[in-house]
C-alpha cells in the first residue's frame, strides 16, 4: 500500500523544516495526508499537521485551503496558487511545494503578518474557518504583496466563515491593499484619529470609540522574509522527468507518464480510466458514487497547457487552470479590438463568479468541459461562440465542435474512449457580433448558478437584421441546451421588439424552464450596441429599425446594469471605558479573542485535532434511507467480514437505557425520518468504518403516513404535545456549523472511567447521557471541551447522542462528514403562520391573533421550548392590547429540529413584521410609521404581565433614524424608482425586543473556580464553552478586574465536567453573563482571604501577597457560585417575569433588486445595539455581525431542498448556501449605544455573552428581508398588482424574481402570487 516502483518525491511540505514524502496512497487527498498522516522525520520526531481543516471536503468551503508553488516550465517562474486540500490527490503534487498554515507563522516563533492581522482586527471568533481564510489571503500577497481591494475580495470569495460576517476578515485583508493604507474614514471626520483632545465625535460624545482605527500597531509585511521554493524541486523541474511514474495503492494506481505519447497510449491500454486534472469534478463523484481502479494524471504534460494566438481565435490548451483561462482572456481582451472580443469578455465574466479562487486554480479547461455539467457556466458561451474541440490519440488528432450535440454526450459528437482532449479553440468575434453571458446564483460569489445562458447575434453588417443567432442555457436539464429551432426561425428578423416578442414565445415552446429575462437583457445590451455602432459609423437612415429602437429609454437601461462586487465600509463604534479605570482593569476594552492568534496560526487545537491514542478505532454510523417505515432486519454480516471491520453496534449492544422513549439512540424496529441512526460501524480507520456501512443491509416495510410538511402534519393532526389575512411561510436553517460534529471517547483502565473529547455546548449533558447509556454513575465520565468550532444551538442536545453511541468501551474516534451532519441532526424549526389583525385608519393595531405552526421533526428534542420561547417572543417591540398567540409542535418525518440561535424568535418575529408590513400596505402608510406608532413608549408590562422600561428601545430607534438618515434616503430611494424600471430600492427600519434567559431560575445558575498557583498565575475554570463567542476571554477580564492583575497572569485551559459539574447548556443568551457572576464571586472570595496580607504589606507585588498566603496556609483555590436570576412563567395564566431583562435594538437596511434576476445587494445597514457597559466591545459588535449575515442567510439565501420521498437534497455548501464574502452590505455600521446602563448584569454590561447579540442579530438579518420586500412592494404598486403578497422566507433570487410579476413571468404562467 501506498509503496511506488519509482520512489519519487511526491511533495514537499514547506514547514519550518521541509518534509518530503514519497509513499502515499493514490486514493488520499492532500487533506487526509496532512491530518492522519505521521511523518516520521530525519530527526524522529513525528509530524501531524492539523492546521488545515476539514469542513465539507467537496471544495466549497475553503477552510483546507493550502498554497502550492510549482515550477511553470513556459514562464520559468514559481506560480503559488491556493487550492483546497480536500480535493487535492496526493498524488497531483508530484514536484510540487506545498505550504500550509504551519508553515506560514506560528506563536512559536514568528507570526507572519496576515495571521497578527486577523487576529488583532477581530477576524476570527470560533476560529475554524481561520487556517483557510489566512491561507487565502498568504497566497494572494505572495503573489501580490499589495493587491487590489478588488483581489483580495477575489481571493476570499472562496472562503467561508460562519461566525464573523465577514467584515473584520475583510477589514485585516485591507491593510495590504495599495488603495487602502489608512483608516478608511479617516480624512472624512469621522475617524477617532481624526479627532482632536477637545473634539467630539460626529455622534457628538468624545467618549465614543471606532475599532477599526487600531491598524498602527502591525508589524509590516516583508515579502523577502518568505519561505523560498525548495532548490531540489526547482531542480527537477529543470530536468523532468520523462519516465511514467505509477502509484500503487489498495484499490487504486496512480500513473503519471512524462510525455503526451505515453498518455495516448495509456489511453488505449485504459480506455475507461478518467483524466485527473483538477479533480473538482471527478473527485466529489468519487466521493459519493464512482470508483476508478485506475488513474491517469497529465499533469507533467506541457502540450496540454499550451497557449496559441492565431489570426482567427484563441487555443486554450485543456490542461490550463481556469485562473490561468481568466488571465489569458484578459490579456487577450487588452490586446485585440473590442469587437473580437466579445467571446472572450462574455466568458471572462462568468469566469470572475465561477466557484471561489481556489477551484479556479485547480478546475481545468478541459475538465470543464468534458465533465459537461448540467450548469457548466462556460459550456453555453463556448457553445453559442463556435468553439472547437481538439482531439488527439494515438491514432491522431481530429476536431469537433462544442455544439448541443456533444453537450448532450451523443456518441457520434463525442470523445471516442482512447481520445484526450488537447485543447480548445474559441474564435474571435467580428464587427456586428455580439456575445453575452447570463448567469441566476443564489449568491453573486462561489455558488453554482440555478441558471445561465450564453446568447451570441450576428448582424448583418450595417443593419439590424439577424444574420446568425444562438442561444444556449444551462441548468435547466440534465445538460446545457440549444434552442437552435427557435434561433433558426429568427434569423432573418430585425433586432426590434416585435423580434422579442416572437422570440420569447419561441423559447418558451422550445426550452422546458426558459428565464427569458435574460434574452431580454440580451435585447436590450445588442440595442445599446447598436447605438454605438449607428454612431461610429453613421448607418442609414432605414438600416436599423429606429421606431423600436427609440422606446427603449434610460428608465429600462436599469436592466442592463450588474451589481459590482465591492468591499465594504463601515464604521463600529462603542463607548470608551471611564479615563479614571486603572490601565490594567480589561473591562470595556476591545481584547482581541484569547484564542486569536492560535486560530490564525493553526495551533489552536479543535477535538479532531487530538492525536492519535492507543488502539484507537474509527466509527461511522448508518442512517435510514426511509421516511417512516417498520425496519424487518439488519444484515451486519457482510460488514464483519471485512478484515479491519472490528465490531458493529446496534441497539442490543446497549447496556443501559437507549435514548427516551419516542427519541431513540439507535433505531429499534422502526423508523421516523431518512438520517435517523440504526447502527454504528466500528473499524481500523475511518475510511474502512465508512465503506463499511455501505455492506449493512437493511430492510424496510415503508409505513403511513409519511408527513413531511407542517400543513401535511396539520391535515394529520400529528403534533409533538398537545378573520384571517395573511400566510406566512418561514424556512428551516442548517446550522452549518464549520466543525462538524466529532466527540473521541478513550476509556480508562479502572473503574469504568471513560474520557470524552467533544465539540459541545453543553458537556454535562453529554456526561449524563452516556452515564444512562452504559449504566454507570455520572462520577465516571468526564467531559472535556476545550474550544468549539461554532454550534449556534446545534451542539446543545446531538454531542450526547453521538458521545453515547461512541462510548462501546474502546478509544473511539466520531467525525461526521458534512453530508451526514446536514443529514442527521436537524436545524431550525420551518414555521408555518397565519395572522388575523384588527387595526384603525391611522394604522394603530387593535387586535392581533397569531397562529404558529412549527415543523419538529420527529421527536421531541427542544420544539417544546422552541415554541414556548416563540410565543413569548412574538410581540417584539409593540404595544397591542388584544392580542391572542398560539403555537403548535408539529411531528413530521423529518429528522428532529432542535436548538438554533434565537430559539424561535427569528420565525415568529418574522409573522408579526409581516402583519406590520401588510398593515401598512392597506393603510397606505409606510411601514415605519406603523412600526413607530405601535411601539411601547413608556414604562409598561407585556402581555404576559412583565414589567418592563422600553426608554433604551426609544433610545435604539431614535438613533437608528438619525445615523442611517432614514427620511432622506427614503426619499432617495423613491427617487431612484421612479427613475428605474428594472432595477428597485428598498428601504426598512425595525425595532427589537429581545428577552435574554430561560424561563426558569434553575437554568441560571453557573459555578466557576479559580485557583492561585505559588508563582502568582491564575487558573480559571467556569462552566461556560467557548463556541466563539469569546466567553473565556470575557471571564479572564472579569477575573482581572476582581484580583487587581493583568489578564497575562491567567489562564483558562478548558471547560470539564470535573471541575465544574452539573453546568447548564451555553445557550439562551445567559452563558457568559451567569458564568460572568460566579467567576466575580470566586474573585472576591479569594481576594477576601488575601486582603489581611494586602493591608498588610500594601507595598508588596501579587506574587509576595500569594507566597504570603500559602505560607499562612490560607487556601488559594476558591469555587464561585450565581444563583441565576429568578425567573418563572404560569403558562395556565398566561403570566410571569420569564426572563431576566430585555436587550434593544434598531436597525435600518437598504437594498437594491433586480427585477430580471431576483438577485439583491445590499447597500446599507445601519445597527444600533444596547449593549449597556460592554463587558468587551469588540467581541460584541463581532458578535452582532456575524448574526446579522446569519440572518440574512436565513432570510434570503439558506434553502433547504429535499425530495418527494424526505432525503435531504441540500447536503454540501454547493447545495446549500450560507452568505460569502460578498453578501457583507457596501456599507455596515455597528453601534452600541452609549451612556446605557443596568443595575441588573455584572458591571452593567448586557454584552457579556454572544448571544443576546447573535440572537436579536439573527433578527436583525430580517431587516435585509423587508426592504426586499419593501422594494418588491414598489414593483408591484408600478405594475397594478396587488401589494399584500404572501411572505416566504428565504427570498431567493426565485421568489424575488416571480414576486416582481411582469410580462416574462406571466408568459412562464408560473406566478406564485394571487
Ligand atoms: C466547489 C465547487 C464549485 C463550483 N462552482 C462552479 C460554478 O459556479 N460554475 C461552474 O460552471 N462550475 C462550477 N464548478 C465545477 C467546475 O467548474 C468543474 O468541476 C471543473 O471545471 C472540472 O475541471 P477539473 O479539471 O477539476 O476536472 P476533473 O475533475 O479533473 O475531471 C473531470 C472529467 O473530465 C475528464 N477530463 C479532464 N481533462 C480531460 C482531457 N483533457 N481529455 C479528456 N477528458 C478529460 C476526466 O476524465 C473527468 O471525467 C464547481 C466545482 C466545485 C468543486
Ligand atoms: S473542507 Fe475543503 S473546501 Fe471545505
Ligand atoms: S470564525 Fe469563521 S467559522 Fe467561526
Known sequence: KG????????????????????????????????????????????????????????????????MVSKHDPVSRKIRHFSVTACLMPICSLYGAAVTTVEGVGSIKTRLHPVQERIAKSHGTQCGFCTPGMVMSMYTLLRNN??????????????????????????????????????????????????WGENDSSPLGKKNVHEVICERGEFQSLDPTQELIFPPELLRMAENPEKRTLTFYGERVTWISPGTLKDLLELKVKHPKAPLVLGNTSLGPAMKSQDFHPVLLSPARISELSMVTKTSDGLTIGAGCSLAQMQDILAERIAELPEEKTQTYRALLKHLRSLAGQQIRNMASLGGHVISRHCCSDLNPVLAVSNATLNLISAEGTRQIPLNEHFLAGLASADLKAEEILESVHIPHSQKWEFVSAFRQAQCQQNALPHVNAGMRVLLKEGTDSIEDLSIAYGGVGAATISAHRSCQLLLGRRWNELMLDEACSLLLDEVSLPVISFLFKFYLEVLQELKKLVKMFSVPVGALDSRHHSEVSDQFLSALENFPVTIPQGVQTYQNVDPHQPLQDPVGCPIMHLSALKHATGEAMFCDDIPMVDKELFMALVTSSRAHAKITSIDVSKALELPEVVDVITAEDIPGTNGAEGDKLLAVDEVNCVGQIICAVVAETDVQAKRATEKIEITYEDLEPVIFTVKDAIKHNSFLFDQILEEVHVGGQEHFYMETQRVLVIPKTEDKELDIYVSTQDPAHVQKTVSSTLNIPINRITCHVKRVGGGFGGKVGKPAVFGAIAAVGHPIRLVLDREEDMLITGGRHPLFGKYKVGFMNNGRIKALDIECYINGGCTLDDSELVIAFLILKLENAYKIRNLRF????????????TAFRGFGFPQGALVTESCITAVAAKC??????????????????????????????????????DKSSFYSRRMQVEEFNKKNYWKKKGIAIIPVKFSVGFAATSYHQAAALVHIYTDGS?????????LGQGIHTKMLQVASRELKIPMSCMHISETSTATVP??????????????????????????????????KHPEGTWEDWIEAAFEQRISLSATGYFRGYKAFMDWEKGVGDPFPYYVYGAACSEVEIGCLTGAHKKIKTDIIMDACCSLNPAIDIGQIEGSFIQGTGLYTTEELKYSPEGVLYSRSPDEYKIPTITDVPEEFNVSLLPSSQTPLTIYSSKGSTQTYHCTSGMFLGSFVFFAIADAVATVRRERDIAEDFMVQSPATPEWVRMACADQFTEMVGNCLFS
Open 1062 to 1095: 452539573n453546568t447548564v447548556a451555553t445557550a439562551a443568551s445567559i452563558g457568559a453573563d451567569v458564568n460572568g457572576r460566579a467567576v466575580q464571586n470566586a474573585c472576591q472570595i479569594l481576594l477576601k482571604r488575601l486582603e489581611p496580607i494586602i493591608k
Open 145 to 194: 504583496p499589495q493587491p487590489s481591494e478588488e483581489q483580495l475580495m477575489e481571493g476570499l470569495g472562496g472562503n467561508l466563515c460562519r461566525c464573523t460576517g465577514y467584515r473584520p476578515i475583510l477589514e485585516s485583508g485591507r491593510t495590504f491593499c495599495m488603495e487602502s493604507n489608512s483608516c478608511q474614514q479617516k480624512g472624512t471626520g469621522k475617524c477617532c484619529l481624526d
Open 3 to 66: 509503496v511506488t516502483d519509482t520512489s519519487p518525491i511526491i511533495i514537499s511540505l514547506l514547514f519550518p523544516t521541509q518534509v518530503m514524502e514519497r509513499n502515499v496512497d493514490p486514493e488520499g487527498t492532500l487533506l487526509t495526508f496532512l491530518g492522519k498522516n505521521w511523518t516520521l522525520l530525519s530527526k524522529s520526531w513525528l509530524l501531524r499537521l492539523t492546521g488545515t481543516k476539514y469542513a465539507c471536503g467537496r471544495g466549497g468551503c475553503g477552510a483546507c485551503t493550502v
Open 924 to 961: 397606505g402608510l409606510p411601514p415605519e410609521k406603523i412600526r413607530e406608532k405601535n411601539t411601547y413608549k413608556t414604562v409598561d408590562k407585556t402581555i404576559y404581565k412583565q414589567a418592563f422600561n422600553p426608554e433604551t428601545l426609544i433610545r435604539c430607534w431614535n438613533e437608528c433614524l
Open 886 to 897: 398560539q403555537g403548535r409542535a408539529c411531528m413530521t418525518n423529518l429528522p428532529s429540529n
Open 1018 to 1026: 491564575v487558573l480559571v475554570t467556569h462552566g461556560g464553552n467557548e
